[in-house]
């Protein structure tokens, strides 16, 4: 069973900077894209930045300049460096795999990691 489990975030003061990570577990042995996404209140999910399993990367205006995504393929593991951080990057950032089935070609599934808090206090 594919599982995403997230560590990371917390409350910081504007400017301050926080990291995120994703490890996908549970026998994924490729992981396609991967992406962070992030939730406020009273707000839909919102994209903050992909980024394939050759490096690209597709960044939310929002957060461009700030935000950095890397990723290790050989952890299976992605992480967002927040720098600069506003009090309106506070939501609950959710990470995103998208996993090859290992057993139909070309059939992706998305998993979601369990959520974490971030909070940017003015």
């Known amino acids: 069973q594919v599982q995403l489990v997230q560590s990371g975030g917390g409350l910081v003061q504007a400017g301050g900077s926080l990291r995120l990570s994703c490890a996908v577990s549970?026998?994924?042995?490729?992981?396609?894209?991967m992406g962070w996404y992030r939730q406020a209140p009273g707000k839909q999910r919102e994209l903050v930045v992909i980024?394939?399993?050759?490096?690209?990367?597709n960044y939310a205006d929002s957060v461009k300049g700030r935000f950095t995504i890397s990723r290790d393929n050989a952890k299976n593991t992605v992480y967002l460096q927040m720098n600069s951080l506003k009090p309106e990057d506070t939501a609950v950032y959710y990470c995103?795999?998208?996993?090859?089935?290992?057993?139909?070609?070309?059939?992706?599934?998305?998993?979601w990691g369990q959520g974490t808090q971030v909070t940017v206090s003015s």
């Open positions: 995103n795999a998208l996993v090859p089935s290992t057993t139909t070609l070309g059939v992706l599934t998305s998993y």
């Open positions: 549970g026998g994924a042995f490729r992981v396609n894209d």
């Open positions: 980024i394939t399993n050759l490096g690209r990367t």
